[in-house]
């Protein structure tokens, strides 16, 4: 059902022809295009982003920033565009979304923790449901090889696919990450108690390390900060540091300047759905050539 209103939705506008993509891009977007009504959020972007990169993605509310790093997983739908991760179109309605989405994390402002589970299974809910649909998946073909190879002749039989883990295994690793995953964060201790207990900084700290969970290949991070008290902010933002030290791809919406100055590999700044200006830190905040930038950072910095 929502394939066929994806697919009624994007009838319904004539799409820039697709272009092809490069190869040496972790993710790309060509010709990105978002509307809401007759309002223009995403104005023809097309930008490529490599594996290592640490992008902070930086202007003004109303930019265009969050629907920016939404589009990227598809969590909006492009009016317009194509979106390319790792060599698949997901905006290609043959493509499974929620497959590639596996290795795409996305941290959001509010947490979105589930509030009736404890921290434990906030973590482990993914990895498991994601490994079991997996095992079901498998069987369920094997079933299939089964029973087409009682009808096929010697030296014909196709082999069965290899099922190297059981339900209890599943669980029982993805508990193990859990747990691995809030020592490194210092709240292994938290582990049966519920996210309502918790400050904003943990709980951003957990919702991290939820992602993490899922050994995605790229973080997506929505304005992690911009829920936090003031004195929580540092504890987030040295976790999602370690992050970029370890050299995890990730793309971060922030209105951190200095730890984007600090951390990235690459700012871009957004004005009325544009990207108006890009490069390295110490040519953004060091030299602003866009006079809608210096007119920013004049009342950020």
Do not use: W
Request: charged share 30%; with cysteine; glycine share 6%.
């Amino acid at each position: 059902m929502k394939n066929a209103e994806k697919a009624s939705k994007f009838a319904k506008t004539e799409k820039t022809p697709v272009e092809p993509y490069d190869p040496a891009a972790m993710l790309e977007v060509q010709h990105l295009t978002k509307k809401f009504g007759d309002l223009t959020v995403l104005d023809d972007i097309s930008e490529k982003i490599v594996q290592g990169e640490k992008v902070a993605v930086i202007g003004p509310s109303g930019s265009g920033k969050s629907t920016f790093l939404r589009c990227l997983n598809v969590l909006e739908d492009p009016t317009d565009g194509y979106v390319f991760f790792e060599g698949s179109n997901l905006c290609d309605l043959k493509v499974d979304i929620n497959l590639l989405r596996r290795r795409m994390g996305m941290v959001f402002q509010q947490f979105n923790l589930f509030n009736n589970m404890n921290v434990l299974k906030n973590i482990t809910l993914a990895p498991v449901h994601v490994g079991l649909q997996d095992l079901r998946k498998a069987k369920t073909k094997n079933l299939f090889i089964r029973i087409a190879n009682l009808f096929r002749g010697e030296g014909k039989k196709k082999p069965l696919i290899p099922i190297e883990k059981s339900a209890k295994e599943i669980k029982e690793e993805a508990k193990e990450n859990a747990m691995r995953l809030l020592e490194r964060i210092g709240l292994a201790d938290k582990a049966n108690v519920y996210p309502s207990t918790l400050s904003g900084g943990q709980r951003q700290r957990i919702a991290i390390v939820r992602a993490l969970a899922m050994n995605p290949k790229v973080m997506l991070f929505d304005e992690p900060t911009s829920a936090l008290d003031p004195e929580m902010v540092g504890e987030v933002l040295e976790l999602i540091k370690e992050l970029a030290d370890e050299g995890m791809t990730m793309i971060i919406v922030t209105h951190e300047m200095g730890f984007a100055r600090e951390v990235a590999t690459r700012v871009m700044f957004m004005d009325g759905g544009k990207i108006v200006e890009q490069g390295p830190p110490s040519e953004i905040f060091g030299n602003p050539k866009n006079d809608r930038l210096k007119d920013f950072l004049s009342k950020v910095l």
